[in-house]
């Protein structure tokens, strides 16, 4: 099993940056790969940022692209999103999420909710106009 806890949220005004961060812990943390989502009040989960165990692979919704980083250090079993540019539409709970295969072909694949294996309880960001 692998446990995964979001911290790093908070209030910031539109333009401001936030940086998360997802700290895994039980079961070795690699190979793992890792996928950030986020949820607004009355709306569906969505995907926001993925990176293989490796970080040669990223990707990103279109939504975020240019003004969210994913990273990770595996020696300290942590993955980071760094949050620039931030918009009150960013207003989210956002989770970390692991999965136990491999970087897939098909990329488009680290978006889908029930490829991750794992998931952390969330972190609160809020946008304020």
């Known amino acids: 099993q692998v446990q995964l806890v979001e911290s790093g949220g908070g209030l910031v005004q539109a333009g401001g940056s936030l940086r998360l961060s997802c700290a895994a812990s039980?079961?070795?943390?690699?190979?793992?790969?890792v996928g950030w989502f986020r949820q607004a009040p009355g709306k569906e989960r969505e995907f926001v940022a993925a990176?293989?165990?490796?970080?040669?692979?990223?990707y990103y919704s279109e939504s975020v692209k240019g003004r969210l980083t994913i990273s990770r250090d595996n020696a300290k079993n942590t993955i980071y999103l760094q949050m620039n540019s931030l918009k009150p539409e960013d207003t989210a709970v956002y989770y970390c999420a692991a999965s136990d295969t491999p970087w897939p072909r098909t990329v488009m694949v680290v978006t889908q909710r029930g490829w991750y294996d794992y998931w952390g309880l969330g972190t609160q960001v809020t946008v304020s106009s």
């Open positions: 039980g079961r070795t943390f690699s190979p793992y790969a």
């Open positions: 990176i293989s165990w490796s970080g040669a692979n990223t």
